[in-house]
């Protein structure tokens, strides 16, 4: 179903079904991808020092909402394996994530320190290490931004009916296995198993 939205400025017009939206959907997260890698970039560069980075969970963080609530529903249509592949490249990435996070951001000792005035400070050591472990996260993007293109080429020659079948997770919770909200609220009051 086409929804319909209005630019503000102009008034103008604009049409947009479920294939557009989940096009977007995907510029949205490479956009998101790219922003966490940056985010880790200047983190070792030393320019957002003082800034949190994201938690290293991969269902957390805004790439793996959007693979997991979205994404993965093409797999219906002939995109499993580059799905399968951009999985085990997030898992890898967020492996070795997993080992920079804790340098910037888990030293209770120095957030302590700096109550009393010191800075918080990551040893020279503790920054060649986290920019080593970066080194091995640019590959694997470099990769995952192609098969982000691959799955995008996938996307664009499926119909706009087969589009349609594609519902987020994240926002869609009104059916139940295929049943209405007030279907399910109905079944959820069903007692099942035996009676005595």
Not at 4 to 9: L, V
Not at 34 to 59: A, C, G, H, R
Not at 156 to 167: A, G, P, V
Not at 175 to 183: A, H, I, L, Q, Y
Request: hydrophobic share 35%.
């Amino acid at each position: 179903m086409d929804k319909i939205y209005f630019k503000d400025n102009n008034l103008k017009v604009i049409l947009v079904n479920s294939k557009h939206e989940n096009i977007q959907k995907l510029y949205q997260a490479r956009k998101d991808h790219l922003k966490w890698l940056n985010d880790i970039k200047f983190q070792l560069s030393k320019v957002n020092l003082n800034n949190e980075l994201t938690i290293p969970v991969l269902y957390e963080s805004e790439v793996g909402k959007w693979f997991y609530s979205n994404a993965l529903q093409f797999s219906q249509f002939k995109s499993r394996i580059v799905l399968d592949e951009m999985e085990k490249l997030l898992e890898e990435m967020f492996d070795i994530y997993s080992n920079i996070y804790p340098i910037f951001n888990n030293k209770k000792e120095s957030k302590i320190r700096s109550l009393f005035g010191a800075k918080n400070v990551v040893s020279n050591y503790e920054k060649k290490l986290a920019s080593q472990y970066y080194e091995k996260l640019v590959p694997l993007s470099d990769n995952f931004k192609n098969k982000l293109k691959v799955l995008e080429s996938q996307m664009m020659i499926l119909s706009d009916e087969k589009h349609e079948l594609i519902q987020d997770f994240n926002t869609k919770k009104d059916k139940v296995s295929g049943f209405s909200n007030n279907e399910s609220k109905g079944l959820k009051e069903y007692n099942y198993g035996p009676r005595g």
